[in-house]
Structure formats: C-alpha cells, structure tokens
C-alpha cells in the first residue's frame, strides 16, 4: 500500500500483513510540502504524487514521480519532481526530453557501499528515445481539457529508417525492464540480508539448526547477488561473450544499441535473448528460495519466538 503526508510532505509504502494489518512505512521519499495524493499508474511500476502550492501560489506546485515495486514495496525518485506550468496569464511551457521512463535503479539504502551498478555509468538508466510517429499532449483545468497532437520525425541526415530507430526503440526499452527486474531482486535480496543480519545476532546459540539455516541462506542470497550485479574487468568484446553478472553483460549491451541510430543486429537480439533468459532463472531461483529455505527458516525463526523473515 503507498500513503503521502501533506504535511511533512512525502510518499511511502507499506506493508500489508496476512491478517490485514498495515505495516509502518517501509520508506520515506521526501516531497513539496501539501503532497495530497499518490497514485500508481497502470503498469502498478510507478507512482505520483501531486503537490499542491499553499494559498494558490505557483511555486509549491509539482509532481513527483517514483519507480514502484509492488512485490518489495520499494519507491525510487525517476527524476527531478516535475513543475507544471503556471496558471498565471501569460506564456507558459512544458518540456519532455523525448525519452521514455527510465529503468529502475536498486535502492541505494540497502548497499549504501556497492560499487556503481544500475544507470551510474551511462546510458544504463537511461529510457529509450521515443521513436518517429504521432504523440498527444493533453492540457486539462478544472472542467476544461484539450488535447493536441504532435509528431517526431526521423532526422533526415541518418540513414536509418523510422521501421529501424522503432527496432531500436523496443531493443532499447525490453533491456531497461530487464534491469528493472533486477533492481527488484537485489533489493528483495539485500532487503532480506540486512532482516536476517539483525536476526541472527539474536540466537542465542550459533551451533543451533536455525543459526546455521539462516548462516547457510547468508551465502545462498550472496551468491544470488554475485550473479546478478557483481562485475567483470575486461574489454568490450569479453564483457558480453564471457559469463560475467547480468547487470554488467545488460548494461553492455544496452550501450551497444544505444550507441548509433540504428536497429540492433542480430547478434545483439541473440545475446539479449540469452540474458533474458539467465534471469528468468535467477527469478525462479530467488521464487525456489522464498517456498523453500526462506520458509523452512521463517519457521524455526517462528519456534524460537523471533518473528519470522519478512514478517
């Protein structure tokens, strides 16, 4: 569940319990004061939150936008809070970047020491450039509403043509929801060390079956997160032919499609093909992990009147 505080002004999420009970915010992102509401979008991967500027004013008045993980309740800022254009009379104007949301980042709370990972060496974070075709603004006040369209073209002094950059363009956002998803289990990862770190400091006995399951899933969830971010030295060419993290081959191959106007060749379909693949079987692995020892500890956890993992 998310929340915002108009009066401190920020957005959070909670947890909901299996007996319906409302967890305390999991995490605070600080906004404009008066944030009135949040919303998710369709997708449920991002939310928003509206300030509003105290007595009319202009200033106070944006809208934040966070990347949101239903599964770990994790909100990240995608940018700086958009200000929407003054009411007051006169000229007015909003700009877009031509770029599609970017990928999410892992939380940086959980791995505050982690070497730069996800979107810190450009363009890994970076959305995909919005491709020729016709697009729509929509300007709405109060009961009134407009919408006008607009069109991109294809700039003429590339070769490439609009069936090309749209070849791109989808290359371009499949690799940035990769990324996202693994953002999400790396923070579903560390979020789980750092309950279990806390836990097992308190067991009493470090030789008693619950201490070793839970010293045993320590290095099951590092291996886990090895796989997924930890990197590989090397030129480029090593870095996507060897089996280096997937954070690293994905950033690497997203900077080979993003690197002229151009559709990605067939040997950059392939190998995104490969990486998908490999993390659909992280994703089932981390899914193994939850039904199998992460359960069987919960449950000893449970026994020893310590609450259980996730709980």
Not at 121 to 140: D, M, T
Not at 227 to 247: C, H, I, V, Y
Request: some cysteine; hydrophobic content about 35%; overall charge negative.
């Amino acid at each position: 569940m998310v929340s915002s505080s108009g009066g401190v002004g920020h957005g959070g999420a909670h947890a909901i319990g299996a007996d319906g009970q409302v967890s305390p915010e999991l995490q605070r992102n600080p906004t404009s004061l008066n944030a009135h509401a949040i919303a998710t979008d369709p997708t449920n991967r991002f939310a928003y939150v509206p300030c509003i500027a105290e007595e009319g004013g202009v200033a106070g008045n944006a809208i934040h936008g966070f990347s949101f993980s239903s599964a770990t309740g994790a909100l990240e800022p995608t940018g700086p809070p958009l200000t929407p254009a003054p009411t007051a009379p006169g000229l007015n104007r909003f700009v877009w970047n031509l770029r599609y949301p970017d990928a999410t980042k892992p939380d940086k709370e959980l791995a505050p020491d982690a070497p730069p990972t996800l979107g810190e060496s450009e363009p890994s974070a970076n959305g995909p450039v919005a491709p020729p075709g016709r697009y729509q603004v929509r300007l709405e006040s109060g009961e009134l509403a407009d919408t006008q369209s607009l069109e991109i073209r294809r700039d003429p002094r590339i070769a490439a043509s609009d069936e090309d950059l749209q070849r791109q363009f989808e290359a371009w956002r499949s690799v940035c929801e990769q990324l996202s998803r693994i953002s999400e289990l790396l923070d579903s990862i560390r979020r789980l060390r750092r309950q279990l770190t806390g836990w097992q400091t308190t067991l009493d006995d470090p030789a008693t079956p619950a201490a070793e399951a839970a010293k045993r899933l320590a290095e099951e969830l590092d291996t886990r997160e090895q796989a997924l971010q930890a990197g590989k030295a090397g030129d480029l060419g090593n870095r996507l032919s060897e089996p280096g993290s997937l954070t690293e081959q994905l950033n690497t191959l997203l900077s080979v499609i993003a690197a002229a106007d151009a559709a990605p060749n067939a040997a950059a379909e392939e190998m995104f093909e490969l990486l998908r693949a490999r993390l659909d079987e992280e994703t089932e692995t981390w899914r193994q992990l939850n039904v199998g020892q992460i359960a069987e500890l919960s449950a000893m956890l449970v026994e020893a009147g310590i609450p259980p993992l996730g709980g």
